[in-house]
């Protein structure tokens, strides 16, 4: 009998001998980061005040830049950061820009070569690159601006190359008839997407996410016009725009700087549909599909906005051709 028993604690104890030395090697993580709590909170700390971390707008005009890089004082110079072809910025770029590509941002942001201690400000052909550039510095906490309506707002002439995008996108009003003040409200609860990159912080998740939107964060008014029902469409303006001078059809109105937070319009976002923001430029929508694509969000910015389908509708943020002479910043 008593070695029947000394058999039973020899096995009971191999087994938890067994089950200690599993445990020791492949230990449990029972506080695993919420990768997107992490990242949701960065964003609604952002987009609830839509101010960089010096408090100014997150747009900059030519005419501001102008003074800054012409007032004999080049301590208050921001780091310009251009992301036009390497031709067109060849053909002529603002004094002291450095050429980068948004693939390799991440990149100059890691080795300094765009440095958080310094002002920056993007600039691309319209506004439209430089603004997801610009929403994605702003989250990491760089004190970043998009130069409004990019090298469009600086100069028209034809010895810079494709100054005319702005003026070739408004020449027609091809979708002003079709919008509509009929109120469309969300009311299903979706769960928020999951993130697993692996990182541990807000900023390490976001820079291993940026990649991933870069190629295909944009979308034009005809793909959306064509099937609206397609898409789940932000109109990211106050809610009496919204009703006047009206919205795509199936549009819902997320009202700036306070509809994004995660108990606010953010938990009625699909994860299975792609969603469309617009806004009156497409500068502000490029900031918010960076943002949702952090998210985890198959999220699309409409390129130029409202101005580009319905310009004549609009009674303010509408583009107009550069009529101050700007060149003296422009080089080659």
Request: hydrophobic share 40%; aromatic share 12%.
């Amino acid at each position: 009998m008593f070695r029947k028993y000394l058999m039973l604690a020899l096995i009971v104890g191999l087994f938890f001998a067994i089950g200690c030395s599993d445990d020791d090697n492949n230990p449990v993580d029972p506080k695993k980061t919420d990768e997107f709590a992490l990242v949701e909170a960065a964003g609604t700390a952002y987009f609830s005040t839509y101010v960089t971390t010096s408090g100014a707008a997150p747009n900059i005009t030519t005419a501001a830049l102008f003074t800054l890089l012409q007032d004999g004082d080049a301590t208050n110079d921001p780091v310009i950061v251009d992301y036009r072809a390497a031709a067109d910025y060849a053909s002529g770029h603002i004094r002291g820009a450095i050429n980068i590509t948004l693939a390799t941002l991440v990149d100059k942001l890691n080795d300094n070569t765009i440095p958080k201690t310094k002002k920056i400000v993007n600039v691309c052909y319209t506004g439209q690159n430089s603004s997801y550039a610009t929403a994605f510095m702003n989250l990491l906490g760089y004190d970043a601006q998009s130069l409004m309506f990019g090298m469009c707002g600086v100069s028209t002439t034809a010895g810079v190359n494709k100054t005319d995008l702005w003026i070739n996108q408004i020449a027609a009003d091809e979708f002003a008839s079709q919008l509509t003040a009929t109120v469309s409200t969300p009311s299903t609860v979706v769960p928020f997407p999951t993130l697993s990159t692996g990182k541990k912080s807000a900023e390490e998740i976001m820079k291993a996410r940026f990649p991933l939107g870069i190629s295909s964060w944009s979308i034009t008014a005809a793909d959306v016009f064509a099937n609206p029902s397609n898409y789940f469409i932000v109109n990211y303006w106050p809610n009496a725009e919204y009703l006047n001078p009206g919205h795509i059809p199936g549009a819902f109105c997320f009202e700036p700087k306070v509809s994004l937070g995660k108990d606010q319009m953010l938990k009625y976002l699909p994860t299975d549909k792609t969603i469309v923001i617009y806004c009156y430029t497409g500068q502000t929508s490029a900031q918010l599909a960076c943002y949702l694509q952090m998210l985890g969000y198959n999220a699309k910015s409409l390129m130029f906005g409202q101005n580009g389908f319905a310009y004549n509708t609009l009674t303010k943020s509408k583009y107009t051709v550069p009529t101050t002479d700007y060149s003296a910043i422009i080089v080659k």
